[in-house]
């Protein structure tokens, strides 16, 4: 198991955030498959993560046991021409959902994100969920995704003031 920071939630003492790294992703694919089952390649999202490879280091795993409990990443994207990551997929093990965990992943890696001096996550999610951790439809309003998607799903974090204050554009998948 990776060096990791000690969870800040309800779970056990010896569960453990680290990053992704390349030899975790059959575990962490596993994970998530687990979590969405086949449906997510129907995605818009899941369009700019085709064949791809997510930001390592901004993209984190829960470990337990030597376990994947869950899981959020994060890829390189432009929107526009505006340099910005995409966060998703988030998957946490059954038995572990509405716990926290998806949130305490999603705040660190956006922690992470605005320290490595990224300026903007993008999203397709929940307002419900997402809201309360920062992120807003509203800056997105102008953000145009690969194939169909519900535009209210469609939401942004400014990591630094004003970076989303213009974001428009076609989103395209970039090499991390």
Known sequence: MPAATALATALPPHAVIAA???RDRARVEGLIDRAFGPGRFAKAAERLREGGVPHYDLSFVAWSGGNPMGCVRQWPILIGETRALLLGPIAV???????????????????????????????????????????????????????????????????????VAK???LVRAIAA
Do not use: N, Y
């Open 167 to 169: 974001l428009s554009g």
């Open 93 to 163: 093990e059954g038995p572990l959902r509405r716990q926290g965990l998806g949130a305490t992943l999603v705040r660190h890696a956006c922690g992470a994100a605005a320290a490595a001096g990224e300026s903007v996550i993008l999203l397709v999610g929940d307002q419900a969920f997402f809201g309360p951790l920062g992120f807003a439809a509203g800056p997105a309003a102008r953000v145009r995704l690969p194939g169909p998607v519900d535009q209210r799903r469609v939401m942004a974090r400014a990591l630094r003031p004003g970076a």
């Open 20 to 22: 992704e790294r390349p």
